[in-house]
Nanobody, 118 residues
Framework: QVQLVESGGGLVQAGGSLRLSCAAS????????NGWFRQAPGKEREFVAQ????????VYADSVKGRFTISKDNAKNTVYLQMHSLKPEDTAVYYC???????????WGQGTQVTVSS
């Protein structure tokens, strides 16, 4: 059974930083692409960032480019999202995802809340 568990969310002031982690069991991140998504209240889930199987390639949403960094440690089966210069509009539940086929995410975590106060 595949499980993805996010951690690291919380309350932070605008301009602050947080690092989210997503640890997996039942699957090896060496065989998956990984992504972070977020969903704010009343809005649809949106793409934040993705990273290729071995971390050579990353893609970011324009809204987070230059502020967020996605990385992964396949030996630890963990993917990270380092977030800097946080803004109130970054407030959302953040989800990690893993996919065995490019562009398709088969497995999702339960989400972790990030709240940025102004």
């Amino acid at each position: 059974q595949v499980q993805l568990v996010e951690s690291g969310g919380g309350l932070v002031q605008a301009g602050g930083s947080l690092r989210l982690s997503c640890a997996a069991s039942g699957i090896s991140f060496s065989f998956t692409e990984n992504g972070w998504f977020r969903q704010a209240p009343g809005k649809e889930r949106e793409f934040v960032a993705q990273i290729s199987r071995f971390g050579a390639s990353t893609v970011y949403a324009d809204s987070v480019k230059g502020r967020f960094t996605i990385s992964k440690d396949n030996a630890k089966n963990t993917v990270y999202l380092q977030m800097h210069s946080l803004k109130p509009e970054d407030t959302a539940v953040y989800y990690c995802a893993a996919g065995v086929s490019s562009g398709t995410y088969n497995f999702w975590g339960q989400g972790t809340q990030v709240t940025v106060s102004s």
